[in-house]
C-alpha cells in the first residue's frame, strides 16, 4: 500500500481527520490541561469561511496538487463525538469522518474513517474502510532510450486497523491489521525480479512503536518524533504472498529564533520477499513522482527552514537527497536523487497553524509543484 492504497489513507487520516495527540507527561499530570492540539485540529470552534458547520458535523474542502495524482479536491466530513469536560482536558474527541478524492488525471477513492481515544488519552484507535481507482504512471526499462513511462491502474479496497498504548511519557507501541484486495493494470511487457505485477490479496499483522514530543503535528515548532512500523504479510493469514514490510523515520524540531523554525528527517524503508508493485519502497521527497522510484530498499533525508513574514504569510527553502535499490526498473538504482526548491506558506487558520502550501522543487530528471494543506513533514 505504499504507494496507491497506502497515499489516499494517509491523506484522509492525517489531513482530514484528528489524529494522534500528545502523550500526557507521566501520571503526576494526567488531570492537567493537554493543550497541544491533535494532528488535524478540532476546528469546530475556529472562525473560518473555509469551512461548512452544523453542532459537531463539519465540512471541509481541501484542493491537492502533485506529480502523483496531478490537480484535485479532497472532500471531506466530520462527525466529532461531544466529551465531557474531563475528557476535553485529558484526550481529543473522538471522531467518524468521510473523505472522497478526485483529480484531473481521472484518479479517484473514498474513504470512511473511525478514530478513538480512551482513558485519558491511553489508549487510541483507528480503522480506515475504502476503495480507489487510480490512473498513475511509472518509469519501466526501454531497450532503446534506457527508460520510458509506462501507464499503471490500480483499483481496489483497502482496511487498516490500529490500536496503541501509551508505555511512558511520550512513548506509544501497538498492533495493526493491514487488508488490501487491489488489481493492476500495467502496460509493460518485460520482467521485474522480485515483484507481483498482478492482481494480489495482501493480508498483514503488524506492530509500531513511536515517540512524539511535537508541540503540534500538523505544523510543528518544537519536538521530535521517532517511529518504526513492521508489516508481515503472509499467506497463512489470507494473502497471496508472503513478505514483510519495515519502516522507520525520525523527525526533529527547531526554533533558530523567533519567527523561523529548522526541520529535518531521516527515512527508511525495506521490503523482503515477492512484493506487490504498489507496495514498493519509494522516496519521499518533493519534485518527482512517488512512482518515479520504486524499489525494495530506500533511504532519503531533507531539511526544511520555515520562516514566518507575518500572521498569515510565510516563505520556506528545503533540500534534500534520496536512493533507491533494487528497484523495479532499474533506473538510477542505488544514485543519490536530489530535491531541493522554495515555497510559499498561507495560514488558513492562524490559531492552528493550518497553512496552505505551494511549493516549487527540482530533482535529478524533473520538477514539479506541489499544492495542498499542512507542511511536507
Known amino acids: 500500500m505504499q504507494v496507491a492504497p497506502k497515499l489516499i489513507v494517509l491523506l484522509v487520516v492525517s489531513v482530514v481527520l484528528s489524529a494522534a495527540a500528545r502523550a500526557d507527561k507521566g501520571k503526576a499530570d ?7 492540539p491533535s494532528v488535524a485540529p478540532d ?8 469551512k461548512l458547520q452544523k453542532g459537531n458535523f463539519v465540512v471541509v474542502p481541501i484542493p ?33 469522518a ?31 474502510l475504502g476503495a480507489a481507482d487510480l490512473r498513475l504512471s511509472l518509469i519501466a526499462p526501454d531497450e532503446e532510450s534506457g527508460s520510458g513511462s509506462v501507464d499503471w491502474r490500480i483499483n481496489g479496497a483497502f482496511f487498516l486497523s490500529r490500536l496503541s498504548r501509551r508505555i511512558t511519557g511520550d512513548w506509544y507501541g501497538g498492533a495493526f491489521v493491514r487488508v488490501i484486495n487491489a488489481g493492476q493494470g500495467l502496460e509493460f511487457g518485460g520482467e521485474s525480479t522480485g515483484f507481483n505485477t498482478d492482481d494480489v490479496r495482501s493480508v498483514g499483522i503488524g506492530l509500531t512503536a513511536e515517540f512524539d514530543s511535537r508541540d503540534l503535528p500538523i505544523n510543528t515548532y518544537s519536538g521530535r518524533q521517532f517511529k518504526i512500523d513492521a508489516l ?28 523561523a523554525v529548522l526541520a529535518w528527517e531521516l527515512r527508511g ?13 519509494i522516496i519521499k521527497l518533493r519534485g518527482f513522482s512517488a512512482t518515479d522510484y520504486l524499489g525494495k530498499v530506500s533511504y532519503s533525508g531533507q531539511a526544511e527552514l520555515r520562516w514566518r513574514l507575518s500572521k498569515r504569510w510565510g516563505i520556506v527553502a528545503f ?23 522554495a515555497g510559499v506558506r498561507f495560514s488558513v ?3 492552528k497553524r493550518v497553512n496552505m502550501r505551494l511549493d516549487y522543487a527540482k530533482s535529478r530528471d524533473s520538477d514539479a509543484i506541489h499544492f495542498s494543506v499542512g507542511e511536507a513533514f
Not at 494526567?30 to 497541544?36: A, F, G, I, L
Not at 479532497?74 to 465531557?84: I, R
Open 43 to 50: 476546528i469546530r470552534e475556529d472562525e473560518s469561511k473555509l
Open 64 to 96: 491537492i496538487s502533485n506529480p502523483t495524482l496531478d490537480t484535485g479536491l479532497v472532500a471531506g466530513a466530520a462527525n466529532f463525538y461531544g466529551q465531557t469536560e474531563e475528557q476535553r482536558k485529558t484526550q481529543p474527541a473522538s471522531v467518524t
Open 319 to 341: 533540500g534534500g537527497a534520496g536512493e533507491v535499490a533494487q528497484s523495479f526498473s532499474g533506473f538510477r538504482d542505488r544514485e543519490s536523487i536530489p530535491s531541493y526548491g
Open 98 to 128: 468521510v473523505a472522497a478524492m478526485y483529480t484531473s488525471n481521472d484518479s479517484r477513492a473514498a474513504a470512511v474513517v473511525q478514530q478513538n481515544y480512551w482513558r485519558n488519552d491511553r489508549w487510541r484507535f483507528t480503522g480506515v
Open 30 to 36: 494526567e488531570d492537567k490541561m493537554d493543550t497541544r
Open 269 to 281: 524503508c525495506q521490503r523482503e520477499g515477492t512484493v506487490p508493485l504498489w507496495d514498493s519502497c
Open 349 to 351: 487558520l492562524p490559531a
Open 232 to 259: 508481515f504479510n503472509d499467506e497463512a493469514i489470507g494473502s497471496n504472498e508472503t513478505y514483510q514490510s519495515y519502516e522507520v523515520s525520525f523527525k526533529s524540531f527547531h526554533e533558530v529564533f523567533g519567527s
